[in-house]
């Protein structure tokens, strides 16, 4: 009798472990998707005020700039305010493309990806090399993801790695695409950092996707991002 209840306990704890596991992997999904949800918000949001800045604040702009280039020629000081109303139009235009990049839906990730490296080192002393092979047909959902990503990772070499040279590869090998950002800059200890919301962001997104991601990086010789997804 005692070994035959030992055996029944045993068969119960692992029925409920097997129960409690299969609960927290519907959990997981659930969170999953819901963040998948959120993000799906987010990008349907920002095309929504990437609109309003082309068709409201970019219209009226458009419409001071013109004014000003007919009556800059009778004054010095009128032409300098039109030169900063075309300075400040031509900001809201950059900030509304790349809130909601009509690129990627219009032509797809590899123009979209190449388009946004020669926006944000256009002004830059670094140089970027690009390489993009894609034999796949990527999903909407994940053409986003690796583009946001991208721009978070660039974003933040222009900003902190004071790198003299950039590479971005994104290339597809059976049915995994792999996109690798490195730069020769700065670098960091990772173990030493709190990560930002950025970090944070490309790690949560990566996770949603089942994608992985790691980030190297060393005082002196510069960090690479490397995300790796299945589709």
Same mark, same amino acid.
């Given at each position: 009798?005692?070994?035959?209840?030992? @055996?029944?306990?045993?068969? !119960?704890?692992?029925? &409920?472990?097997?129960?409690? #596991?299969?609960?927290?992997? !519907?959990?997981? &999904? @659930?969170?999953?998707?819901?963040?998948?949800?959120?993000?799906?918000? &987010?990008?349907?949001?920002?095309?929504?005020?990437?609109?309003?800045?082309?068709?409201?604040?970019? &219209?009226?702009?458009?419409?001071?700039?013109?004014?000003?280039?007919?009556?800059? #020629?009778?004054?010095?000081?009128?032409?300098?305010?039109?030169?900063?109303?075309?300075?400040?139009?031509?900001?809201?235009?950059?900030?509304?493309?790349?809130?909601?990049?009509?690129?990627?839906?219009?032509?797809?990730?590899?123009?979209?990806?190449?388009?946004?490296?020669?926006?944000?080192?256009?002004?830059?002393?670094?140089?970027?090399?690009?390489?993009?092979?894609?034999?796949?047909?990527?999903?909407?959902?994940?053409?986003?993801?690796?583009?946001?990503?991208?721009?978070?990772?660039?974003?933040?070499?222009?900003?902190?790695?004071?790198?003299? #040279?950039?590479?971005?590869?994104?290339?597809?090998?059976?049915?995994?695409?792999?996109?690798?950002?490195?730069?020769?800059?700065?670098?960091?200890?990772?173990?030493?950092?709190?990560?930002?919301?950025?970090?944070?962001?490309?790690?949560?997104?990566?996770?949603?996707?089942?994608?992985?991601?790691?980030?190297?990086?060393?005082?002196?010789?510069?960090?690479?991002?490397?995300?790796?997804?299945?589709?």
């Amino acid at each position: 009798m005692s070994n035959n209840s030992t @055996a029944h306990d045993l068969q !119960e704890i692992l029925r &409920q472990q097997a129960l409690l #596991k299969r609960r927290l992997d !519907e959990e997981e &999904q @659930a969170l999953t998707s819901l963040a998948k949800r959120l993000w799906a918000q &987010q990008e349907t949001e920002k095309a929504r005020l990437s609109r309003e800045l082309h068709d409201g604040v970019g &219209q009226l702009l458009t419409g001071l700039t013109r004014r000003l280039q007919g009556l800059s #020629k009778t004054s010095p000081e009128l032409d300098e305010l039109c030169n900063i109303a075309e300075l400040a139009l031509s900001d809201v235009r950059q900030l509304s493309r790349m809130m909601s990049p009509t690129i990627l839906d219009d032509l797809g990730l590899k123009p979209a990806i190449k388009w946004l490296c020669r926006n944000l080192f256009e002004h830059e002393t670094a140089d970027i090399q690009v390489s993009v092979e894609l034999d796949l047909d990527i999903p909407k959902d994940i053409s986003i993801l690796l583009f946001r990503i991208s721009q978070e990772a660039l974003v933040n070499c222009v900003k902190h790695s004071h790198a003299s #040279k950039v590479t971005l590869s994104l290339a597809s090998h059976h049915n995994v695409i792999r996109l690798d950002i490195a730069d020769n800059g700065d670098g960091f200890d990772p173990t030493s950092i709190e990560p930002g919301i950025g970090l944070t962001s490309i790690a949560d997104r990566a996770k949603a996707f089942d994608a992985e991601y790691t980030l190297t990086s060393t005082p002196g010789k510069g960090t690479r991002t490397t995300i790796k997804v299945p589709v």
